[in-house]
């Protein structure tokens, strides 16, 4: 199954050292039986960008606990043989046992240098837009407007070095 595992700049980083990716809590997103009964049309691509969306709303918050990382939003894509559904945290949750071999991997998705600034108030407010405050989902609607660039995990190593 392909997850998207949200991520942070650092943790990027730690991928390119160790060899392999280790989820906070082990938490992905994914294409879901509840995801894709939770929309009335859409095909495949469009219900896993979906899931690609939820998990770089997820890295907001990652990027909001870190002192001083980089604020751009990051997902690693990956192809994972058993996942456990967990539709009772929200429809595209999954859960990944252990870390995700470098090898399993299909690519990275990551904010460019423009999208620093939005991503950073996002991070800030992040929970209060998931609990309704209109300012709060605006000023995360400007992080989410911005596209995350799609990268190889080949291409890795040298876009962190030209960080």
């Known amino acids: 199954m392909r997850v998207y595992l949200p991520a942070t700049v650092a943790m990027l980083r730690d991928l390119v050292e160790q060899g392999e990716f280790a989820p906070v809590g082990g938490t992905g997103f994914a294409l879901t039986p509840a995801l894709r009964e939770s929309y009335a049309t859409g095909d495949t691509e469009e219900l896993e960008y979906s899931a690609m969306l939820d998990a770089a709303r997820a890295s907001l918050r990652l990027i909001a606990n870190e002192d001083k990382g980089v604020p751009r939003r990051a997902v690693v ?80 190593p040298f876009l962190l070095e030209l960080m």
């Open 77 to 156: 894509s990956a192809d994972v043989d058993e996942v456990k559904l967990r539709p009772d945290l929200d429809f595209s949750v999954v859960k990944v046992t252990g870390s995700v071999p470098l090898k399993k991997i299909a690519a990275i998705h990551l904010d460019t240098s423009d999208a620093e600034d939005a991503v950073r108030d996002a991070a800030e407010v992040v929970d209060a837009a998931d609990l309704g405050d209109p300012d709060a989902e605006f000023t995360l609607g400007e992080a989410e407007d911005h596209e995350l660039a799609w990268y190889a995990p080949q291409e890795l």
